[in-house]
Nanobody
Framework: QVQLVESGGGLVQPGGSLRLSCAAS????????MGWYRQAPGTQRELVAV???????NYAESVKGRFIISRDNAKKTVYLQMNSLKPEDTAVYYC?????????WGKGTLVTVAS
């Protein structure tokens, strides 16, 4: 069983920054693929960024150049540094780990970008 706990969400003004964290625990390799999805009201959940087990990093086009995904394998933690935030970035952000044929999700952390 894998548990994921996100933190770092909140209210920020347009142009501001936030850093999300997701700590994984349980039976998971320290270098497992880890990523972030988000879901805004009335929309489907979408991929934001992912860091794969092979070391590849991918971003949604809408966040390229503004968001940075990173990780600390020793802590089994993945981060999402979000810069130049826009109102359209408002969403619940979910940590995601595919492992051993299953998909694990955190409970989500709300990010609101508003003045």
């Amino acid at each position: 069983q894998v548990q994921l706990v996100e933190s770092g969400g909140g209210l920020v003004q347009p142009g501001g920054s936030l850093r999300l964290s997701c700590a994984a625990s349980g039976n998971i390799c320290s270098n497992s693929t880890m990523g972030w999805y988000r879901q805004a009201p009335g929309t489907q959940r979408e991929l934001v960024a992912v860091n794969t087990r092979g070391g590849t990093t991918n971003y949604a086009e809408s966040v390229k150049g503004r968001f940075i995904i990173s990780r600390d394998n020793a802590k089994k933690t993945v981060y999402l540094q979000m810069n130049s935030l826009k109102p359209e970035d408002t969403a619940v952000y979910y940590c995601y780990v595919p492992y051993d044929g299953k998909a694990y999700w955190g409970k989500g952390t709300l990010v609101t970008v508003a003045s």
